[in-house]
């Protein structure tokens, strides 16, 4: 079992930055893919960004690119997302996800069907 634990969510303005932790529990979390995914109010959770267990491969929602970036310290069984430049679209519960299983295809990743363990979730919420 995984339990997964976000924080640094909170209110900024559009400009600013945050970033997001997720403490994972269990003494293999050097071998799991991470993800964030977000869900704004009356939307479906959709991918924002993956790291690959050895954080040698990232992946990032288009309109984050440039803007978010994503890491991982195995040491402290933690991943991170770094977010700048925020804005209003960015408004959303932020979901830290965790797949323990192979990755055979990266695109697997960029899906909430690819990971087995959920966060509750940290609130973002970008003011104009």
């Known amino acids: 079992q995984v339990q997964l634990v976000e924080s640094g969510g909170g209110l900024v303005q559009a400009g600013d930055s945050l970033r997001l932790s997720c403490a994972a529990s269990?003494?293999?979390?050097?071998?799991?893919?991470m993800g964030w995914f977000r869900q704004a109010p009356g939307k479906e959770r959709e991918f924002v960004s993956a790291i690959s267990w050895s954080g040698s491969s990232t992946y990032y929602k288009d309109s984050v690119k440039g803007r978010f970036t994503i890491s991982r310290d195995n040491a402290k069984n933690t991943v991170y997302l770094q977010m700048n430049s925020l804005k209003p679209e960015d408004t959303a519960v932020y979901y830290c996800a965790a797949r323990t299983r192979p990755v055979i295809l990266p695109s697997v990743l960029l899906t909430t069907t690819g990971y087995e363990y959920w966060g509750q979730g940290t609130q973002v919420t970008v003011s104009s």
């Open positions: 269990g003494p293999t979390f050097s071998s799991y893919a």
